[in-house]
Structures are given as C-alpha cells and as structure tokens.
C-alpha cells in the first residue's frame, strides 16, 4: 500500500456517497488523499460529486487550508463501477445501516481490491465481527466509525473485530491522526461505546418527551448547560436521522435487551416520515433552518 508522508493510503475509496460517504470522502481529500467515491447509479454519483465539493468549498472558506478547491477537487473522481477500487489501498463503505445490504457491499467490494488493501465500515452499530465473517480476508477488515458531521467532529471510533490483524490498531491511529481527529478504540461489541451511551440517553429523553416531563427544548437544554454536551440527545437524534437511530435501537434491543426498547414516541415518528433535520421535521422543525 502507498502511503503519503503522513501515513495515510495515498489512494482512498468510499462506497456510497450520503452526507457520511461524502464527509468522509472530503475528510481524506483536504489530507492530500486520491479519493474515488462509488456510487449505485449515475445520478446518485453526481450527487455525491456536489455534495463533496461543497463540503470542500465550505471548509476553504472557514480557512486553514492552503490548497485552492481546484486542486483538492482534482483528486475526487466518482464512479458506479466497483471495479475502480482496484487501485485504492483503503476503502472505507459507508452505506445505509442495513445488515443484508451492508455485507452484499463489503463482498462485491472486496472481490474488486488488491490482497493488501484494508477494507473499513463506517458501521454505527453493527457486529464487526460478524461482518467479518462473510468476507474472505477478515485479518483486513476494521471498523471506521465516522461521526456526523465529518468535517466538524474530532473523533473516530476505531473497531476492531474479533480477526482484525493487530496491526491494524496502530495503523488506523495512525490514519486517524493524519485526518487531525482524535481515535477511540473498542472492542466489537454491540453499539461499541459510542452508539451505546448516546442512543441509552437519546431513548430516556425520549420517553421523558412521551411522558410529558418537559419538553424536547428543555431536556436538550439540561445535557447541554448541565453536562456540556454540545448538542442535546434529541436534535442530535435530528441530525443523525430517527429512522438512522431506530434502526440502531431495535438492532440493541435484540442483542442487549429491553433497555433498548425503541419508545413508541419514536415509531410513530418515523412512521409519519419525520425523520429529523432531512425531512424537516422530527423532534424540531427544522423548515425554517434549511
């Protein structure tokens, strides 16, 4: 694999470009990356081209980077062809967080990369181990927890499944770094730590919403002034998605138990399509923000 001088693979892949592909995607690229994004169709990879290079457009105005966006843009190329990971020393999949999906995408990904290449999820929540198990080199398989948005969050937390090659720790600290974030590494587990201990207070937060003990503003407001969280559980629920975050619930429900139990307050939600911040509603109206 051909590293640049700061560790990172010099040629880097994203499967799927979303709001996370692309975050991801524009993560590697302002680092000096080759980044090829995939997408299903061509419409989808020309949206994904827009929403990287506005990404990239919005950090060169915050300042701090010296390259103009025509030459970090001149790294990005876009494709529906899975053969184009061939070349790529890391691919990063960062698809919808559905397990029959999730583990068709890492295998038609892996038949496309070279033997020493490392194959990554962006996974929330789902077994790593598990993942691992349907592919035929699960030593080159981690997972690459993101956090939404890419561009703004410091941290990555760092999966490692039960046949991960030890040397990947190392090697992915040092990616993380390389990007400028911070590396939490766990043990594959359900919800690792972070989709755990957030979604455990985004679902009290929840039922205290259902039971009328104050409302999602105010109870927002107790985690951000009392714990300084920098956002509270419920608009973080927004941002992430409450389709993202049921999806997540019902998955620890099965594996760690009824302490998970998505709220009903939540199904009904996402049953009425209010999904958060993208559909401009869910426990905020976010119509007049968009």
């Not at 194959?119 to 789902?126: C, F, G, P, V």
């Not at 002034?225 to 956002?231: C, R, W």
């Not at 009904?268 to 007049?288: I, M, P, S």
Request: aromatic share 6%; net charge negative.
């Amino acid at each position: 694999m051909t590293t640049l001088p700061n560790s990172l693979p010099s040629k880097v892949g994203v499967l799927g470009g979303g709001r996370m592909g692309a975050g991801i995607a524009h993560a590697f690229l302002i680092n000096g990356c080759d980044v090829l994004v995939v997408e299903r169709d061509e419409a989808s990879a020309q949206g994904a081209l827009e929403r990287v290079t506005e990404s990239v457009s919005k950090s060169i105005a915050r300042g701090g980077i010296e390259q103009t966006q025509e030459q970090i843009i001149a790294r990005l190329r876009v494709s529906v062809d899975y053969a184009d990971f061939a070349d790529r020393g890391l691919v990063v999949e960062a698809v919808p967080e559905i397990w029959d999906l999730k583990v068709s995408s890492l295998k038609k990904v892996e038949e496309n990369l070279a033997p020493d290449a490392i194959l990554a999820s962006n996974t929330s929540s789902l077994s790593m181990s598990g993942l691992a198990a349907e592919l035929q080199r699960p030593a080159n398989f981690l997972g690459l927890h993101f956090f939404n948005p890419v561009p703004a969050s410091t941290l990555i937390e760092v999966v490692i499944a039960k046949q991960s090659a030890e040397d990947l720790i190392e090697r992915s600290r040092g990616w993380v770094a390389a990007l400028g974030k911070t590396a939490v590494v766990v043990n594959d587990a359900p919800g690792f730590a972070s989709s755990r201990l957030g979604v455990a207070i985004a679902l009290e937060a929840m039922r205290m919403v259902e039971e009328g003990v104050a409302s999602a503003e105010d109870i927002d407001n107790a985690m951000v002034l009392g714990y300084k969280h920098p956002t509270g559980p419920l608009k973080t629920t927004d941002i992430v998605g409450l389709d993202v975050r049921l999806g997540i619930a019902e998955y620890l429900n099965e594996t760690l138990g009824e302490r998970f139990a998505p709220p009903q307050i939540l199904r009904d939600l996402v049953e009425a399509g209010h999904l958060g911040r993208k559909t401009g509603k869910g426990f905020y109206d976010w119509n007049d923000s968009k």
